[in-house]
């Protein structure tokens, strides 16, 4: 689900604008095969609200800030070969916030109708910790963080002064990726497609 409210008057020089993107997800997988099973559920959201300006006609900059939460269980239970029950659980909460910095510029494609274009790089920092049985010790700790430099493209209907719609299209990155708990520490570079549509919703104030 994605969620996208905004409050601004017209692509105006001089225009204020608050936007919102809320997304929630939930998963649920279960799996048996003879003597083994296994259930998994994930749940999590993702905001990020941005702060941004009109500066010049169809042009807009401003930050963004963000947060995010998820939450994995798992619980899997298997015979040995002596047919005693084994049953294993992992919890994982990881939870992030980032701080970031876009440009936007519209292209209007017909009176109520705009294409844009918008560069953004983003800071998100991440802290995970997972409580596993058969671990020891039974509670590991890890955090991570991720620069990025990625490029969205998208369209926004404004159908009326104060309500507009607007969906997001392709986009792509550029990531810098750095993961650390007790024992390893690991870093990696990696290009990200941003292929997911999404729609929103935008309320003009």
Known sequence: MFICSSSFGQLDKGTFIINENFSLHTNNYEYNVDAYSSNNKSTGYNSTT???????ENQEVGILLSLEMRRYLSETNFQDNMAQ???????????????????????????????FVSPQLDY??????????????QIRESNSYRLSANIY???LYHPTKRFGLSMNLIGTGINYYSSKDESRKDSSFYISNLGNINFGVQFML
């Open 124 to 137: 998100l920092k991440r802290n995970s910790k997972r409580e596993d049985e058969r671990s020891n010790p």
């Open 85 to 115: 029950d084994n049953m294993t659980k992992e919890k994982r909460i990881t939870k992030g916030y980032g701080i970031g910095v876009y440009y936007k510029k519209y292209i209007r494609i017909v009176e109520k109708l705009s294409f």
């Open 153 to 155: 493209t998208g369209l």
């Open 50 to 56: 941005s702060l941004g300006y009109i500066f010049k």
